[in-house]
């Protein structure tokens, strides 16, 4: 019954419950939207470090992660064990990760700064991979899944080829058919030199790789640096990611303590983001609390206005609690229609940005450059996110009302009678 | 009257100060003219070690040299690592040749700050040969012992501001002028490299440094020693050497 007289007192002041209702229905379909938002972010973020930087599991030796920022090949993948020292080649660090049951496949690759002779780019940075397993195992184009080709091949196996970005490409003024000079450090501290044939043009909607990355063959890359059949990383990639940790105590038993083995949930950006989680949800919720100071001003005149008609309530027998629930509901039945209302069009934002990438190289004019993510951010649809920012905005704005709520317990009906 | 005396005598120390000052840079100008004139030759060949130390590792390179009046050189790297690796300074430019490309490449712009070969020291470094007097100026700062040498301790300020290292402190032995150390700095007064010398021989009249090193301080743990062994300076030296077909 009390339910009801709140309900229809909704409707007393139209204007009033509308404006209510659209500010908690802002606050909501922000929130929906900014944490669809995020959540694309953050997959965007975990798949791009795991399929360029890390796997599931990345292994280096202790002298290249000292210096990993300078991506130095002096320092592959060494065991030690019994005194002895020795260097693992890459066949038996891929016999070796593949032996665990969690392991989908383990890919040696070699990273390394290079300069370029005659160019208006000065830098770029020389990814050594096995081509035709890395296809196997991973999309280079985390928008399109595929493997980010647009124009000719990828080079061969142990060919004096390579394959770039378009960004590259188009920068340096290089076509397919084109030489690429440049200079490198070898294992041995030399001066190497080498005129890869570009074969292929690729677009992997990173802009890390498409504007700075030239990939070649890694066989041909360990004989120009002299390594030989060693590895400067060896990148794991399990069948479920939850098994990271698994792989990682395995390997670090086959590998030794000489080797440094980290699981992508170990990257900066990752671990980063995973910190700050708590931190969005406090903005949320700030402004689901300043949203509903609409609310709360809406209950404060409600009681101010209608003092009489507290003062005859309470003249007419109903308790305190009673005249508090009845305007406590009020401001419910608002926020259930707000946050309806929120729902409705975050939904609908949601689930059109999930089936639509926003363009973020637009976006941010380039600006995101040095964060491992795509060129385009889906948003992330989720029924459950919905039903949770739902409650989440009822509760908040709810919250927020109990206290001029209350204020209505406190009118003496003999006093409000005589106003 | 005391008033007059006390100015007097200010004056007159200031104006015998002052009338010092100019010895102090002509005597910094003739020690940098000294240095300079230690590295005049009219053709050098030598052999030679350059011993890179990085981050607990040694790489050790040899090398030829074949030098023609601090102008032109020709290097041939002869370990095994980098065998077939030349270069050639020649009119002021650099070129490589790389036995995996079997191509000549001319160093130029930003590679020429570049490490040469992993070592402490940039290809910048190797090609400069003008002479520090036309370049820099010098100051008198002090004097200084180092490793039980008396030494003149100058201060060089760059006179263009393209130069690599806009600002040199050197220590300059007074029995011999052999350079017995040098900072180098950038212009905002970073030290970028220290260069020691620990051993030169008096060659032909001429003290050569033999054994030297070099820090860039730009890199952790990391040191160059250079050994010159078999040195002959002023010997013939045919000019096909100093040819971009040597190369090949």
Redesign the interface.
């Known amino acids: 019954m009390l339910s009801v007289i709140a309900w229809r007192n909704i409707g007393r002041n139209r204007r009033r419950s509308i404006l209510c209702i659209t500010a908690v229905g802002i606050a909501v379909f922000f929130i929906i939207f900014m944490n669809s938002w995020m959540d694309g972010m953050f997959i965007g973020i975990e798949n791009t470090v795991r399929t360029y930087e890390t796997g599931h599991v990345l292994a280096v030796s202790e002298?290249f992660e000292?210096?990993k920022e300078y991506l130095p090949v002096?320092f592959p993948l060494e065991k030690v064990f019994g005194g002895t020292e020795d260097y693992f080649s890459d066949d038996e660090l891929i016999r070796l990760a593949e032996s665990l049951p969690e392991v989908r496949g383990a890919l040696p690759r070699i990273q390394i700064h290079a300069?370029l002779?005659?160019n208006v780019v000065?830098h770029a940075l020389v990814w050594g991979i096995d081509i035709d397993r890395e296809r196997e195992i991973n999309h280079f184009n985390l928008t399109k899944r595929t493997d980010g080709l647009v124009y000719g091949r990828f080079p061969a196996n142990d060919a004096n080829e390579c394959v770039i970005g378009t960004a590259l490409a188009e920068k340096a003024g290089l076509r397919i058919g084109d030489r690429i000079?440049l200079?490198m450090?070898?294992a041995?501290?030399?001066?190497?030199?080498?005129?890869p044939e570009i074969t292929g043009i690729f677009e992997f909607d990173y802009r890390k790789m498409d504007e700075d990355t030239i990939i070649v063959p890694i066989d041909r890359l360990q004989r120009?640096l002299?390594l030989g059949d060693r590895a400067q990383q060896l990148v794991v990639f399990a069948h479920d990611q939850r098994d990271s940790e698994q792989i990682k105590a395995g390997m670090e038993q086959m590998l030794g303590d000489r080797t440094v083995i980290r699981t992508w949930t170990d990257n900066y950006w990752v671990a980063m983001y995973r910190s700050m989680t708590w931190l969005y949800y406090i903005i949320f919720g700030v402004f689901q609390v300043v949203a509903s100071f609409l609310i709360v001003n809406t209950v404060l005149m409600m009681i101010h206005e209608r003092i009489k008609e507290i003062g005859m309530m309470g003249a007419l027998g109903m308790k305190r609690a009673e005249i508090v629930f009845v305007f406590f509901m009020e401001a419910v039945y608002l926020s259930i229609l707000g946050a309806t209302v929120g729902v409705f069009l975050g939904g609908v934002a949601t689930w059109v940005g999930s089936q639509f990438p926003f363009d973020m190289t637009t976006i941010t004019g380039g600006g995101m450059k040095d964060l491992p993510v795509s060129g385009t951010l889906y948003l992330v649809f989720s029924p459950t996110m919905l039903i949770q920012n739902f409650f989440f905005g009822v509760v908040i704005s709810a919250l927020c009302t109990i206290i001029p709520s209350l204020k209505s317990a406190f009118v003496e009906p003999v006093e409000a009678l005589r106003r | 009257m005391r008033v007059m005396r006390f100015i007097v005598r200010i004056a007159m120390i200031s104006v015998c100060l002052l009338s010092v000052l100019p010895v102090f840079a002509q005597q910094a100008a003739e020690i940098l003219d000294q240095v300079d004139d230690n590295e005049i030759y009219e053709s050098i060949i030598h052999e030679g070690e350059m011993i890179?130390e990085?981050?607990g590792?040694t790489?050790v390179?040899t090398f030829k040299v074949w030098g023609r009046e601090n102008k032109d050189s020709f290097i041939e790297f002869t370990n095994p690592?980098?065998r077939g690796?030349k270069y050639l300074k020649k009119d002021g430019r650099l070129y490589?040749y790389?036995p995996?490309?079997e191509?000549v490449?001319?160093?130029s712009?930003?590679?020429l700050k570049?490490?040469?070969?992993?070592?402490d020291m940039s290809y910048e470094d190797t090609i400069e040969n003008e002479r520090l007097s036309r370049r820099y100026t010098a100051t008198f700062l002090e004097d200084e012992k180092v490793d039980g040498r008396d030494c003149w301790v100058l201060d060089l300020t760059a006179i263009k501001p393209t130069e690599s290292y806009q600002k040199r402190r050197l220590w300059v032995a007074k029995d011999n002028f052999d350079m017995v150390r040098a900072e180098f700095y950038a212009l905002s007064g970073s030290k970028l490299k220290e260069y020691t010398l620990i051993r030169s021989e008096l060659i032909q009249g001429q003290s050569f440094p033999m054994e030297s090193e070099m820090r860039d301080l730009l890199r952790?743990n990391s040191k160059t020693t250079f050994r010159v062994i078999n040195l002959e300076l002023n010997a013939p030296v045919s000019d096909r050497i100093f040819s971009t077909r040597n190369l090949r």
Request: hydrophobic share 30%; aromatic share 12%; no cysteine.
């Open positions: 002298g000292a210096e002096q300069s002779f005659d000065k000079p200079k450090v070898s041995e501290f030399s001066d190497k030199y080498w005129s120009i002299g | 890179i990085y981050q590792r790489f390179k690592e980098d690796t490589v790389s995996d490309t191509q490449m001319l160093i712009g930003h590679m570049e490490s040469m070969m992993g070592s952790k």
